[in-house]
């Protein structure tokens, strides 16, 4: 079954979604229904609320089974991606990556499972340029001009759907789990990036039901959605929740143990025989 869970993000104070290597707050064009005019308005790409939420779910994992399993940049010159992932282990089955023993075609890919989308807001939110300074300690005062933050203001819901496709009801409480433990979104976090996450209903259907997009342009706010969730998949609508730290425990104990990462785990294992076969014929 394919589950879309349809998530509110309200920004509590000030954020800085911007493009690596841009600085600029990241924008679309929207029609305003009730002025039947053109406005520009921030959104938060997908990428940056999947990056904290992933992290939240494989802090939690390497807590529960004390596996060694990180995000890495590759540290020698001229590779890119990521490294230091176990692949062998939930958060590995739910968001993918690769495992790369050695040269040749040894290796595990992975593809992710869960898909974000891009998340919206209802209405036009200003984008300010904060500037920061350097600070003498010892004088207590306020230096020369080091740069400039774009950012913008507080109060804003972004309207964000996660897709995933499955029949193990736990992959949902897990993602469910992170979306309730995650907090801080954006660049420069002791700062800016707080945020409020509402669940505003899980759909489970055989096919995708909404988007984020067709609802920031079919709505004018948070409890307009609400009210058609509830209304037009009044059927489709599940309760998934996770309360307390003993039971996310067991849900990740149990997806470790669940067929899917169990495949994964002996592909893993398979990728690193396969290498170690290879190393000894080429002695």
């Known amino acids: 079954m394919k589950y879309q869970i349809v998530v509110n993000r309200q920004l509590l104070g000030y954020g800085q979604f911007v493009t690596e290597g841009r600085d600029e707050v990241n924008t679309f064009t929207i029609l305003n229904k009730e ?19 992933r992290r939240t779910i494989m802090k939690k994992v390497r807590e529960v089974l004390k ?13 890119s991606g990521i490294s230091g992932l176990c692949l062998s282990c939930p ?10 023993p050695g040269e040749g075609k040894v290796q595990v890919n992975e593809k992710t499972k869960v898909s974000y989308s891009d998340a919206y807001p209802f209405e036009k939110i200003p984008i300010e340029d904060k500037t920061f300074n350097a600070v003498d300690e010892k004088r207590n005062i306020t230096g020369q001009a080091l740069g400039v933050n774009q950012i913008i203001g ?18 949902i409480k897990l993602i469910v789990w992170s979306i309730e433990h995650s907090d801080r979104y954006g660049g420069n976090v002791r700062i800016y990036g707080q945020m409020k996450n509402e669940i505003l209903g899980i759909i489970k259907s055989d096919k995708l039901e909404v988007t984020s997009w067709d609802l920031v342009n079919n709505f004018k706010n948070v409890d307009e959605v609400r009210k058609y969730l509830e209304e037009k998949f009044k059927n489709k609508l ?5 309360t307390t730290t003993d039971t996310i425990d067991s849900i990740i104990k149990s997806l470790d143990e669940s067929k899917e990462v169990k495949e994964l785990k002996d592909r893993k294992k398979e990728a690193g025989e396969s290498k170690k076969s290879k190393e000894k014929k080429s002695e």
């Not at 599940?238 to 996770?242: E, F, L, N, Q």
């Open 67 to 79: 596996n060694d399993c990180f995000l890495q940049v590759h540290e020698k010159a001229g590779e």
């Open 91 to 100: 958060a590995c089955w739910l968001f993918g990556g690769t495992y790369a």
């Open 35 to 53: 002025t039947d005019e053109k406005e520009e308005r921030p959104f938060i790409f997908a990428s940056k609320l999947r990056a904290v939420e």
């Open 154 to 171: 507080p109060g804003g819901n972004f309207i964000n759907v996660i897709d995933i496709e499955t029949d193990n009801e736990n992959w």
């Open 238 to 242: 599940v309760k998934i929740s996770i």
